[in-house]
């Protein structure tokens, strides 16, 4: 098993520092090989992209990210841009399934700002479909209106579109993942108002029936918005477009309060994938040693489940992930009174420790 580690700027290279620890403790035969990306490949390479690094990322079982970008790059021209990184690997790594866990840990249920009630136990997964929809759909563009209720006038146009491979695809991925957990399945849309959604929900009805096992049902993506406030809980997997799936799993990160806590994955069609925290490179804090570590030990726990196929070794990572926040150990930005308050190196320790 080859792990391509990139861990990129600020903040970054401090918590998959600590991700990295994670994973040699778990003694499984891993290759792990890193390389630059975003400002620190710009520097070093004049790309945030290097053909290195991207080979590198091509031919490993999966990629450990840690995070790119600072202020002091915002003038280069776009293509230069750390951020360009990150979109050039999901484009040439074909990554088409954004998994987005919503999980509220019960140490840190104060956070939220739900009531306790509504999001302890809260374990939910959003599954966002990234190659489609109207982000990518042609013909897009500007033009002088011929029809409408301003014909002449200016306008602007996108085009929602998903073909049938696409929504076959990520409704599988979905299913896959739902058997791996509660076995229910939230398919999200406006089937209502849109032809492209009816289409989506037609197609996810017809993978489900190769999933007998797994029950799914369907949602108004208005309706979704309100239930994952109103009853976070009631939900197990949801599945849903790009656009869509962008708010969505927005709105469900904010249910558990702490960007620090949130990991992410993005995953091709032979399971290959791309790990990193949902936070960024944290200019502000990078350096203090104050960064916390821990979405992206739980993304690398994403890793061993979703790419790697170790599941023993991803529950064991997220069970130590747990116990060291009920030892009342907390980086600052999880901080709260009567808690104990520790730095990144601090953090990396007390999760190596909780392993053994
Ligand atoms: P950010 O997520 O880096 O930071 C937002 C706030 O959360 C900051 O106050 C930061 O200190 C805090 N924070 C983030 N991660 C934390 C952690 N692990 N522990 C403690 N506190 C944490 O977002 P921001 O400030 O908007 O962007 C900073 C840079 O990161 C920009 O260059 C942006 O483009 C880039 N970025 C990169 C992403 C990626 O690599 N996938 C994703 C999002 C932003
Ligand atoms: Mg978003």
Redesign the pocket.
């Known amino acids: 098993m080859k792990i391509a580690v990139l861990p990129?700027d600020?903040?970054?290279t401090e918590?998959v520092a600590q991700a990295i620890r994670v994973l040699d403790a778990l003694d499984l035969p891993f290759e792990m090989e890193t390389a630059l990306v975003?400002g620190a490949a710009y520097e070093a390479h004049g790309h945030p992209l290097p053909d290195a690094t991207l080979k590198l990322a091509k031919e490993a079982d999966a990629v450990l990210?840690?995070?790119?970008?600072?202020?002091k790059?915002d003038k280069l021209d776009r293509p230069l841009r750390?951020?360009q990184a990150?979109l050039g690997l999901r484009k040439n790594l074909g990554l088409f399934a954004n998994f987005r866990p919503a999980i509220c840990y019960e140490q840190l249920v104060d956070a939220s700002s739900l009531k306790p009630e509504l999001i302890a136990g809260l374990d939910i997964l959003i599954i966002r479909e990234l190659t489609g929809d109207i982000y990518f759909g042609q013909p897009r563009g500007r033009r002088t209106a011929v029809d409408g209720h301003f014909p002449g006038a200016d306008e602007a146009f996108d085009t929602m579109r998903y073909s049938r491979p696409e929504v076959e695809r990520i409704a599988r991925v979905a299913f896959e993942a739902a058997r791996k957990r509660s076995k229910r399945v939230t398919s999200v849309d406006k089937a209502n108002v849109l032809e492209t959604f009816q289409f989506w929900k037609d197609i996810v009805t017809e993978v489900g029936k190769e999933y007998p096992d797994v029950e799914l049902d369907h949602m108004y993506v208005d309706n979704a918005a309100m239930q994952l406030v109103k009853a976070p809980k009631k939900f197990d997997v949801i599945v849903t477009g790009n656009m869509f799936g962008d708010i969505l799993s927005d709105e469900a990160a904010m249910l558990t309060g702490s960007?620090?806590m949130l990991p992410s994955a993005s995953l091709n069609a032979s399971n290959q994938g791309l790990y990193?925290?949902?936070?960024?490179?944290?200019?502000?804090?990078a350096g203090k040693g104050?960064?916390?570590?821990l979405?992206?030990i739980l993304s690398a726990a994403m890793m061993l489940r979703y790419s790697l196929n170790q599941e023993d070794a991803a529950q064991r990572i997220e069970t130590a992930v747990k116990k060291v926040l009920a030892q009342g150990l907390r980086?600052?930005?999880i901080y709260s009174a009567g808690t104990t308050k520790v730095g990144t190196v601090e953090m990396g320790d007390a999760v190596l420790k909780a392993l053994a």
């Not at 990210?65 to 202020?71: E, I, K, N, R, S």
């Not at 990193?276 to 804090?285: C, K, L, T, W, Y």
Request: aromatic share 8%.
């Open positions: 990129g600020g903040i970054g918590i975003g990210f840690g995070a790119v970008g600072d202020w790059y750390p951020e990150i960007i620090g990193e925290p949902s936070h960024g490179s944290a200019p502000d804090i104050v960064a916390n570590p979405a992206t980086t600052p930005d």
